[in-house]
């Protein structure tokens, strides 16, 4: 991105969030609250100004977006930037004979590049919001179905809503926004909404009889305002929800009636660690016992986890493992990035079973995990003992400075 672009971006993080607010047109002084109104937006830019946005979908933040757009326009004609189309109908419909229209493309570089940096800046804000859910200590809230109350840990009343109450709303670690998440499902529930197929029903009794006949005991996985409340549908905006529904991490299949809990205690199986092998982050080597598995790296592999990561934040370690098991996976050495058919060899040869600078691996990209289910992933906690107030600092501070 030029520096010109930086700069200009700079301006655009107060609207990362979702919240409705007023954002002048692109190309004139009418408003419109977005995302709320999007729609209307739209109808306006193209039957007025005959512009159309290509995949507006795919943009992390469209407030973000005509801001930035907006300023460029009272710079320069609306041609310098976008591609001009010839149709033989005026925006009503009517015909007429090469009518001009214009579209606002990523075939622009400028464009694509400025797609890109809202999509990241989006990802490291909500990050940042996840983690600062994780490491509140304040959260208070009762059971919405028995007399249970919750302090502290929004994970333990996520836990409790599946153990105790077989309501499965995805796994911990994908959640971001939980209160809001927690809100709308209550609200659901005490309006008699079905939060699955989102039927009314005369009573709560009816209600929960049949969430729990129909296996109705998750959200709608078609229902687009549950999105943003997982944080992988921040990481690919290109790929549509379709695209995305096989993967269990963010909904599981509630079935057709016919399976019984033994399905939903298979698709939980992840909070029960002891029954997940935890694998090498080198070789093929599993244990259930993580000890067991920084023993067996420390012995075999001459690289002492512990050691590498105890001045690391818990965002950095999980950036550290899945930078190693990105290198592995690619046979590339994870010091020197050395590609090898016998990368682990090279690295024993090499005294390279270390890790390379943190300029390296502290990239936002290796937030994620290379595999589902990633039970070293899990074990992390359990070797934190940095502030981790820091990671939201470091969250923050970078996506300023994009």
Known sequence: MSHRVCAMYKSQFVGLDDNPCDTKCLLCDCTFVLPTNETDFLSHLFKVHRLVIADVWKIASLKSYVHYWSVKFKEAPVTTYCSTLLMNCTPDGQPSKDENYFLLSDCLLEDKTLRDEIHRAKLEWTLAQQEAERADTNFKRGCMFCRTEFCESRIAYIK?????HNLYLGKPENLVFIDELLDKIQNNIENLICIYCEKIFKDRMVLKEHMRKKFHK???PYNKTYDKFYINNYLEPERTWKQRQDNLETYPDVGDGNSENEDEESSWSDWNDESIGILCLFCNYSNNEFTCILRHMKEKHSF?????????????????????????????????????????????????????????????????PMSENDSFLYNLDATTNSDEESDIENITEAMYNL
């Open 160 to 164: 409790h809503l599946y153990q105790k």
């Open 218 to 220: 998750c959200i709608n």
């Open 304 to 368: 002492d986890f512990e050691d590498t990561a105890k001045n690391l934040t818990f965002y950095q370690k999980v950036k550290v493992v899945n930078y190693i098991k990105r290198q592995i996976q690619l046979q590339r050495c994870i010091f020197c990035e050395t590609e090898s058919d016998n990368v682990l060899e090279h690295m024993k040869n090499q005294q390279h079973y270390k890790i390379a600078t943190q300029k390296v691996w502290d990239q936002p990209e290796y937030y994620f």
